[in-house]
């Protein structure tokens, strides 16, 4: 499929419509077999992802498909997570990449989308947040971060919307992306070699933080979250 086709707008009614379909199948669907659950497949993201970096390359505007596909994207992220795993390379290598070109488009609806789609795939990387580092040293390295905190600092004092109050709760699940003790204090954890990977992952985290401190730090931060909140 190519930005072309989306030029016709029949084509792309049906496909909101079989996307629609796909969030339903994906949200209220149940299979007892894995092996036979198609929200499974690698081939549905790889499609999704495919999609959506070519409209991204392109000048074709359809922010309302856009936001579909990414919610899509999300879903199936989410549904395919496992701690084993983690998530899988198909949206590491495939939509990662993409959040930055993402973030930047005017529209704000799909700018909200794309804040919530990162707040999905955080959350999931911190429940295996060693494993998961690559996710948020990507998310640094990207720019991605920058552009959400650009976003929370443009929260105006009277007219806060959704897409400002998304921003912060992204920010606030990147800034700390490890939870509880068990984490926070790895000699607890006995004479183990996950304390060298703690070592190292806590690099990362910490590279994260400064990011977005250094972003948000000359300007009323309180002011904006009391004023969010």
């Known amino acids: 499929m190519t930005p072309n086709d989306f030029k016709e707008s029949g084509k792309k009614h049906v496909i909101q419509a079989a996307l629609e379909v796909l969030a339903n199948v994906v949200k209220l669907g149940k299979c007892e077999d894995s092996n036979l ?31 579909d596909l990414i919610e899509n994207i999300s879903l199936l992220c989410k549904n ?5 795993v983690g998530i899988e390379p ?4 495939g939509f990662i990449p993409l ?13 909200l989308a794309t804040l919530k789609a990162l ?12 494993r998961m580092c690559n996710f948020f040293k990507d998310v640094t390295e990207n720019g991605v971060v920058k552009d959400v905190c650009e ?11 959704p897409v400002h109050m998304v921003a912060l709760e992204a920010l606030s699940t990147l800034c700390c992306p490890v939870y509880g003790d068990f984490y926070s204090f790895p000699w607890k954890r006995g004479p183990h070699d996950n304390i060298l990977e703690y070592t190292e992952a806590s690099l990362v985290y910490e590279q994260l933080r400064l990011c977005i401190f250094t ?11 009391l004023t969010i909140f």
């Open 37 to 67: 659950d198609v929200t499974r497949s690698s081939s549905l993201p790889t499609l999704l992802i495919s999609i959506v970096r070519n409209v991204v390359k392109s000048d074709v505007n359809v922010p309302d498909l856009m936001v």
């Open 80 to 84: 395919s997570f496992n701690k084993q």
């Open 90 to 93: 198909i949206y590491m290598k």
């Open 99 to 111: 959040l930055p070109n993402l973030i930047k488009d005017p529209n704000e609806q799909l700018q």
């Open 119 to 130: 707040g999905t795939f955080s959350t999931q990387a911190a429940i295996i947040p060693i």
């Open 151 to 161: 976003i929370f600092k443009a929260t105006p004092p009277n007219g806060v919307q």
């Open 215 to 225: 972003c948000i730090k000359d300007f009323d931060f309180v002011g904006k979250a």
